[in-house]
Nanobody, 115 residues
Framework: QVQLVESGGGLVQAGGSRRLSCKSS????????MNWYRQAPGKQRELVAR???????DYADSVKGRITITRENVKNSVDLQMNSLKPEDTADYSC?????????WGQGTQVTVSS
């Protein structure tokens, strides 16, 4: 079983930056996929970014060039560096990992971008 704890959310002005962290209770090398999702009120959850064990990354078109996902192997965390934030980035951000074929989710962290 995997426990995930997200942190780093909060209130930020448009154009600002925020770094989210998802700390895993198991080594990242045990995980076959690591993803960050977000869900805004009244909207469906969407994939923001993902990184594979091999380091391949993928991003939603809406965040390309502004958000970077990184594996912090020493800390066992998957971080999301968000720059040039927009009000439409306001959402609850949560991480999802796959461990031995099963998905595990964190509790989420809220990011609110004010205009």
């Amino acid at each position: 079983q995997v426990q995930l704890v997200e942190s780093g959310g909060g209130l930020v002005q448009a154009g600002g930056s925020r770094r989210l962290s998802c700390k895993s209770s198991v080594s990242l090398f045990s995980l076959s996929a690591m993803n960050w999702y977000r869900q805004a009120p009244g909207k469906q959850r969407e994939l923001v970014a993902r990184v594979t064990t091999g380091g391949t990354t993928d991003y939603a078109d809406s965040v390309k060039g502004r958000i970077t996902i990184t594996r912090e192997n020493v800390k066992n965390s998957v971080d999301l560096q968000m720059n040039s934030l927009k009000p439409e980035d306001t959402a609850d951000y949560s991480c999802d990992v796959v461990f031995v074929g099963q998905n595990y989710w964190g509790q989420g962290t809220q990011v609110t971008v004010s205009s």
